[in-house]
């Protein structure tokens, strides 16, 4: 019962009225039945003094655990098992930079987060017991500072482009090992299944040649052995988003769909937020989408003139700096970084920088720095909050272009029926492609100047009046250079929405939505369509063809078919990785903390040689190729029928796909998953289609919006709008989504209401 209690004090209070400092004028908090949170005022400042109020009342602990990510202060809290990631964080000083770069804000970027600052800390203070995740953990909640709301945002650095850094060493890695000529055939910059915008195709590189690389030279003892599972496809954190201009659509007017593909959690990552400002001759700005708790901006939606989406952008914002022997002092810079740890001794780690760029890494007795644009001050401000007051899609696309946030393809549309695509995020001059992608750099003085505006790449009001992007390459030629290559998605999503937009004339609302609910696997078909004549000519394997014959041809959670097609292909490509490499990496590939992993592109390779069948390519051990796909579906029988304990029909696609959408301390302390987590359900969906699903990670929204039309909008999360379980708003909304039913964008009927007063 006391815990009950205690569990009650720290509630937000959602009726009533509280103070806020600094308030400047009347300012009304409303939610309705989905929590969406309502903030009227007179002005900026004060409605982001609002929101850091609900906030910190429904999301506080989230914040801190964002803030201290970033900064490397986990440890704090959790103690001594938080200290690997911590130090890992801490080398990159990301406290004492945004500090520095706080200080260099213009001072109405500077009011806007000391505003938010302040609700946040109001917010906090108003909860008569602090959250209740700090009562587990037996710790205080500490006072909220300008300067993390900047953390949260290299926060979103990190989840959005750490693991194309990481996979970008392991490129320049190989290539070091592999040559350029076999580098790039494994790692081929594109092929089929890439949908630019501009139309550009890239050509595939030939096969390697026996002199190049011949498995008929080698033995198969030589090589690790398959694992018992295959692994699962890699997790892309990204996006879809598409548009329709106005002379495509049923109303004239443009619409914008957008998902964003993160991992997800209790409670969801976003916040459903809508503005309404009120002007000095009585007209009323109203924004509504999604704003991220530490953040006093909306991320995504639309202000009635345009509406604006996102995507993950995967250029090349970062250098790995191949460091000498012998380090030249004049050039480095040392820094000790205290880190405190709960019930222990604080640590200290010294940190070293070349030219500003920690050196961050060593393998083999080899040092190296990192060079990242989320490392330079004068990448973050706040230039995204001019969003809410842009006029059209010209304009939101300037507003983007000079936003500091992690760099985006952003889709606008407006209600002139214009629609237009560039990169969100301050972007550098990139080294020529063939000095710059998949290279370690020399210590030289850094040269990366920012790109000016004028030679951004931008696409507005396309002569086929549609846009599309979903992590893959853009654009070729100057474009293309602008902006890099950071590790592309395979490109099957963007040409699956493209071909969606482009099967029908004219769209409304109803029709792109759909679209977020496509679970045609094209990809999948191509293996099946590979795989069938094959099985069909073996007696030994009638019971999987059964099953490529029922299937559908779709990721649909009731399909074996696809879950089988879809292990085959993971087996086959990891085989085929193995024995390409293991020749230049060695035992490293049998060591999983080592072992370089395939990017998303060696599809095309894997299916080039799969096509030839050329005989120095065979893995050593199978008398063909033929033999060699036959054991892959050996291989996936035995995992999915579990060594044939179990009849093969049982194992679906949603068996494998079931949701698991955790809090936080669920993970922490397991007994509480029942009273915390969302239900689980079979899912359909995947990676390589428009509806990405896996158990915990997919879509973290889903918004489709015909700017002037958000009545009619839809808005769908995950998760639910609060963080505390005994909020009416305690996983809200989560049951649509997870059922496919839309849920509106603009807020409904006010259940609660509080009124702020200024604080005397």
């Given at each position: 019962?006391?815990?009950?209690?205690?569990?009650?004090?720290?509630?937000?209070?959602?009726?009533?009225?509280?103070?806020?400092?600094?308030?400047?004028?009347?300012?009304?908090l409303?939610?309705?039945a989905?929590?969406?949170?309502?903030?009227?005022?007179?002005?900026?400042?004060?409605?982001?003094?609002?929101?850091?109020?609900?906030?910190?009342?429904?999301?506080?602990?989230?914040?801190?655990?964002?803030?201290?990510?970033?900064?490397?202060?986990?440890?704090a809290?959790f103690?001594?098992?938080a200290?690997?990631?911590?130090?890992e964080?801490r080398?990159?000083?990301?406290?004492?930079?945004?500090?520095?770069?706080?200080a260099?804000?213009?001072?109405?970027?500077?009011?806007?987060?000391?505003?938010y600052?302040?609700?946040?800390?109001?917010?906090?203070?108003?909860?008569?017991?602090?959250?209740?995740?700090?009562?587990?953990?037996?710790?205080?909640?500490?006072?909220?500072?300008?300067?993390?709301?900047?953390?949260?945002?290299?926060?979103?650095?990190?989840?959005?482009?750490?693991?194309?850094?990481?996979?970008?060493?392991?490129?320049?890695?190989?290539?070091?090992?592999?040559?350029?000529?076999?580098?790039?055939?494994?790692?081929?910059?594109?092929?089929p299944?890439?949908?630019?915008?501009?139309?550009?195709?890239?050509p595939?590189?030939?096969?390697?040649?026996p002199?190049?690389?011949?498995?008929?030279?080698?033995?198969?003892s030589?090589?690790?052995?398959?694992?018992?599972?295959?692994?699962?496809?890699?997790?892309?954190?990204?996006?879809?988003?598409?548009?329709?201009?106005?002379?495509?659509?049923?109303?004239?007017?443009a619409?914008?769909?957008?998902?964003?593909?993160?991992?997800?959690?209790?409670?969801?990552?976003?916040?459903?937020?809508?503005?309404?400002?009120?002007?000095?001759?009585?007209?009323?700005?109203?924004?509504?989408?999604?704003?991220?708790?530490?953040?006093?901006?909306?991320?995504?939606?639309?202000?009635g003139?345009?509406?604006?989406?996102?995507t993950?952008?995967?250029?090349?914002?970062?250098?790995?700096?191949?460091?000498?022997?012998?380090?030249?002092?004049?050039?480095?810079?040392?820094?000790?970084?205290?880190?405190?740890?709960?019930?222990?001794?604080?640590?200290?780690?010294?940190?070293?920088?070349?030219?500003?760029?920690?050196?961050?890494?060593?393998?083999?007795?080899?040092?190296?720095?990192l060079?990242?644009?989320?490392?330079?001050?004068?990448?973050?401000?706040?230039?995204?909050?001019?969003?809410?007051?842009?006029?059209?899609?010209?304009?939101?696309?300037?507003?983007?272009?000079?936003?500091?946030?992690?760099?985006?393809?952003?889709?606008?549309?407006?209600?002139?029926?214009?629609?237009?695509?560039?990169?969100?995020?301050r972007?550098?001059?990139?080294?020529?492609?063939?000095?710059?992608?998949?290279?370690?750099?020399?210590?030289?003085?850094?040269?990366?100047?920012?790109?000016?505006?004028?030679?951004?790449?931008k696409?507005?009001?396309?002569?086929?009046?549609?846009?599309?992007?979903?992590?893959?390459?853009?654009?070729?030629?100057?474009?293309?250079?602008?902006?890099?290559?950071?590790?592309?998605?395979?490109?099957?999503?963007?040409?699956?929405?493209?071909?969606?937009?482009?099967?029908?004339?004219?769209?409304?609302?109803?029709?792109?939505?759909?679209?977020?609910?496509?679970?045609?696997?094209?990809l999948?078909?191509?293996?099946?369509?590979r795989?069938?004549?094959?099985?069909?000519?073996?007696?030994?394997?009638?019971?999987a063809?059964?099953?490529?014959?029922?299937?559908?041809?779709?990721?649909?959670?009731?399909?074996?078919?696809?879950?089988?097609?879809?292990?085959?292909?993971?087996r086959?490509l990891?085989?085929?990785?193995?024995?390409?490499?293991?020749?230049?990496?060695?035992?490293?590939?049998?060591?999983n903390?080592?072992?370089?992993?395939?990017?998303?592109?060696?599809?095309?390779?894997?299916v080039?040689?799969?096509?030839?069948?050329?005989?120095?390519l065979?893995?050593?051990?199978?008398?063909?190729?033929?033999?060699?796909?036959?054991?892959?579906?050996?291989?996936?029988?035995?995992?999915?029928?579990?060594?044939?304990?179990?009849?093969?029909?049982?194992?679906?696609?949603?068996?494998?796909?079931?949701?698991?959408?955790q809090?936080?301390?669920?993970?922490?302390?397991?007994?509480?998953?029942?009273?915390?987590?969302?239900?689980?359900?079979?899912?359909?969906?995947?990676?390589?289609?428009?509806?990405?699903?896996?158990?915990?990670?997919?879509?973290?929204?889903?918004?489709?919006?015909?700017?002037?039309?958000?009545?009619?909008?839809s808005?769908?999360m995950?998760?639910?709008?609060?963080?505390?379980?005994?909020s009416?708003?305690?996983?809200?909304?989560?049951?649509?989504?997870?059922?496919?039913?839309?849920?509106?964008?603009?807020?409904?009927?006010?259940?609660?209401?509080?009124?702020?007063?200024?604080?005397?």
């Amino acid at each position: 019962m006391s815990a009950w209690l205690a569990l009650r004090a720290s509630l937000p209070q959602l009726d009533g009225s509280i103070t806020l400092p600094g308030l400047n004028a009347p300012l009304s908090l409303e939610r309705d039945a989905l929590g969406t949170a309502v903030l009227r005022g007179e002005n900026r400042p004060d409605l982001a003094r609002g929101l850091g109020f609900l906030h910190a009342q429904e999301r506080f602990f989230e914040m801190d655990l964002t803030r201290r990510s970033a900064a490397g202060e986990l440890s704090a809290l959790f103690g001594s098992k938080a200290l690997p990631r911590d130090k890992e964080r801490r080398s990159h000083r990301m406290r004492a930079r945004l500090s520095e770069r706080f200080a260099q804000l213009p001072a109405a970027d500077q009011a806007l987060l000391q505003a938010y600052t302040d609700g946040v800390n109001a917010g906090l203070a108003a909860l008569s017991l602090r959250p209740w995740q700090y009562l587990l953990l037996q710790a205080q909640p500490e006072a909220w500072r300008a300067v993390d709301s900047m953390l949260v945002v290299s926060e979103m650095f990190w989840m959005l482009q750490g693991a194309s850094i990481d996979a970008g060493f392991e490129r320049a890695a190989l290539r070091e090992r592999a040559g350029d000529a076999m580098f790039d055939w494994l790692n081929p910059r594109g092929g089929p299944w890439d949908a630019a915008l501009d139309g550009s195709e890239l050509p595939l590189p030939a096969l390697p040649t026996p002199a190049q690389l011949d498995l008929r030279k080698t033995q198969a003892s030589h090589w690790p052995a398959p694992p018992a599972m295959a692994r699962d496809e890699d997790r892309m954190i990204g996006s879809n988003n598409w548009a329709v201009a106005g002379s495509r659509s049923s109303n004239g007017r443009a619409i914008l769909a957008d998902d964003m593909h993160l991992d997800l959690g209790v409670p969801s990552i976003w916040y459903r937020t809508q503005f309404e400002i009120k002007g000095q001759e009585g007209q009323v700005l109203r924004a509504a989408g999604l704003s991220l708790p530490g953040m006093p901006s909306l991320v995504v939606g639309s202000n009635g003139h345009v509406a604006w989406g996102f995507t993950n952008a995967y250029g090349q914002w970062f250098d790995w700096i191949k460091m000498p022997a012998e380090l030249p002092a004049a050039r480095l810079r040392g820094f000790a970084e205290t880190i405190a740890v709960k019930g222990a001794a604080a640590q200290t780690l010294e940190v070293q920088e070349f030219d500003g760029a920690p050196i961050v890494r060593e393998r083999d007795g080899q040092r190296y720095a990192l060079r990242w644009i989320a490392h330079r001050g004068d990448a973050y401000n706040l230039r995204l909050d001019d969003m809410l007051r842009a006029s059209d899609a010209p304009s939101a696309l300037q507003v983007a272009q000079q936003s500091g946030i992690p760099h985006q393809n952003i889709l606008v549309a407006d209600a002139k029926g214009q629609i237009g695509w560039t990169l969100a995020g301050r972007l550098w001059e990139q080294a020529n492609m063939d000095a710059g992608y998949a290279r370690f750099q020399p210590p030289t003085p850094a040269t990366h100047r920012w790109l000016s505006l004028p030679d951004y790449p931008k696409i507005l009001n396309p002569a086929n009046g549609q846009l599309w992007t979903a992590n893959n390459r853009q654009l070729a030629g100057a474009g293309g250079q602008a902006i890099g290559d950071g590790g592309f998605a395979l490109g099957a999503r963007a040409q699956q929405i493209r071909d969606r937009l482009s099967e029908r004339a004219s769209h409304d609302q109803s029709s792109l939505g759909a679209i977020h609910f496509d679970a045609e696997a094209r990809l999948i078909k191509t293996w099946a369509t590979r795989l069938r004549p094959l099985l069909a000519s073996s007696p030994a394997h009638a019971q999987a063809a059964a099953q490529l014959a029922q299937w559908n041809g779709r990721a649909d959670a009731d399909q074996v078919g696809y879950r089988l097609i879809r292990t085959v292909r993971l087996r086959t490509l990891d085989t085929l990785w193995t024995a390409w490499t293991t020749p230049f990496l060695g035992t490293m590939q049998a060591d999983n903390k080592r072992s370089f992993k395939a990017g998303a592109q060696f599809e095309y390779s894997a299916v080039q040689a799969l096509n030839e069948h050329p005989a120095h390519l065979l893995p050593p051990g199978f008398a063909s190729w033929d033999a060699m796909l036959l054991a892959q579906v050996d291989a996936a029988l035995k995992e999915l029928t579990s060594d044939g304990k179990r009849p093969l029909a049982q194992a679906t696609w949603g068996e494998h796909n079931a949701s698991r959408i955790q809090h936080v301390m669920s993970k922490a302390i397991p007994a509480l998953s029942i009273l915390l987590d969302m239900p689980s359900s079979p899912q359909s969906g995947d990676s390589h289609l428009p509806r990405v699903a896996h158990p915990a990670f997919g879509q973290s929204q889903r918004l489709v919006v015909s700017p002037g039309h958000e009545d009619e909008a839809s808005l769908s999360m995950p998760g639910g709008q609060s963080g505390h379980p005994l909020s009416p708003f305690y996983g809200a909304g989560h049951a649509d989504w997870s059922a496919a039913r839309p849920a509106p964008l603009l807020a409904g009927p006010t259940t609660h209401q509080l009124q702020a007063l200024a604080r005397k």
